[in-house]
């Protein structure tokens, strides 16, 4: 969404302490961003919290703004950074995405639905913070490598190594527990 005359009245609006603008900024994007959050943390309250703390960040930011890119673009990557901060200091993992199911190809496609969600869950958890946002960003938000490479700061040519790993992965540690070994992390 790109602002238009309006809305950049409200960026306006809340860089100059109007609450009410802010307030009609939260409730314009509070859906997205907590919906990003919950597909990243796979836990409700860990989602409120990262939304939260992203509309925290949001308002102690505002002034930040500059209008050089989206309005969206620069909230998504408050969205990312505190979903990437909120892993570091958890430790916890994120579930795999129902998106992932449709969006995989080849032999992962077949590696996915062939196991159950709570073992898939477990597999996407093995991947780093990193590759689990940009996989979360493809495959539940749809965004483009470019809209990707804004958010998360890669560079676009990144994005497609990135899931490419991502997806070597999942299949390297699908495998592995199929044989019962143990995979390391990483």
Sequence with gaps: MVLDANDREVIEACQQGDYDAFRLLFETHKDRVYSIALRYSGDAAEAMDIAQETFLKLLSSIQDFRGDSSFESWLYRIVVNRCLDHQRRSRKVMPFIGDLLDAAEGALSKLLRAEVENDVQ?????????????????????????????????????????????????????????????????
């Design 122 to 186: 477990a597999i996407v958890g093995k991947l780093p913070p990193e590759q689990r946002i940009v996989v979360v960003l493809r495959y539940t938000e749809g965004l483009s490598y470019e809209e990707i490479a804004a958010q998360t700061g890669l560079a676009r040519g990144a994005i497609g190594t990135t899931l490419a790993r991502a997806r070597r992965r999942l299949v390297e540690v699908y495998e592995a527990g199929q044989r019962g070994e143990h995979v390391a992390r990483g």
